[in-house]
Structure formats: structure tokens, C-alpha cells
């Protein structure tokens, strides 16, 4: 059974950093494409950032280029997403989510989902 649990949301003040985590199980990393989306409040889900570590393709939105590095640790199975200079606009759910095939189609067809974590950067 494939899970996805995220953890390390929180509340952090604009220019800080947190760092998610995704345990990912059921499946190995190097057989999907992984990654994570956002939700803001009001706004429809967006997608963040992947990584297939099958190729070693990425994709990041341009909306946190620059600030966000995703990575993996295919030894624990887990994704992480290090998010610094973080802005009031990057509040939101992050959901962890895999999808097999390219980094495009995780985009578009997202076969599993974490339940997400609250991210909150506010003063």
C-alpha cells in the first residue's frame, strides 16, 4: 500500500526557512516521479516542485525559483523540500505527491497524495 506522509510545516516569519519532509512507502523513489503542491486559501492547487531520481529531472515553479531546493534520500525513502526567503504568498497545504512517468505528467496526473501540511509565514 502506497502512503505519503509529509511533516515540517509550521508557522515561520517572512524571510525564514523551514524544511518538508515526505516518507514515502509502498513504492522506492527511483520508480516515480515525486514531488510537492501547494494550496493557498481561496487558490487552486499548484505544483511546486519534482524530481525524477530515476533521470535526475526537476521541475520548480518560477514562483519559488531561487528559494526552494528540492532533494531526495532514496536510502530513507523520503523527499524534502528546503524553503528559504519564505513569503506571506507561499502560505499554504503542501501536499506530497507521486506520479509515474515525467516530471510533465506529475504535473497533470498525480497518482498518489500525502494529506498534506500547513505552512504559515506571517508575521
Known amino acids: 500500500q502506497v502512503q505519503l506522509v509529509e511533516s515540517g510545516g509550521g508557522l515561520v516569519q517572512p524571510g525564514g526557512s523551514l524544511r518538508l519532509s515526505c516518507a514515502a512507502s509502498?513504492?522506492?523513489?527511483?520508480?516515480?516521479?515525486i514531488g510537492w503542491f501547494r494550496q493557498a486559501p481561496g487558490k487552486e492547487r499548484e505544483g511546486v516542485s519534482c524530481?525524477?531520481?530515476?533521470?535526475?529531472?526537476?521541475y520548480t515553479a518560477d514562483s519559488v525559483k531561487g528559494r526552494f531546493t528540492i532533494s531526495t534520500d532514496n536510502a530513507k525513502n523520503t523527499v524534502y523540500l528546503q524553503m528559504n526567503n519564505l513569503k506571506p504568498e507561499d502560505t499554504g497545504v503542501y501536499y506530497c505527491?507521486?506520479?509515474?512517468?515525467?516530471?510533465?505528467?506529475?504535473?497533470?496526473?498525480?497518482?498518489?497524495w500525502g494529506k498534506g501540511t500547513l505552512v504559515t509565514v506571517s508575521l
Open positions: 509502498g513504492f522506492t523513489l527511483d520508480t516515480y516521479v
Open positions: 505527491a507521486a506520479a509515474r512517468g515525467s516530471t510533465w505528467r506529475w504535473r497533470y496526473g498525480v497518482d498518489y
Open positions: 524530481v525524477s531520481s530515476n533521470d535526475g529531472t526537476t
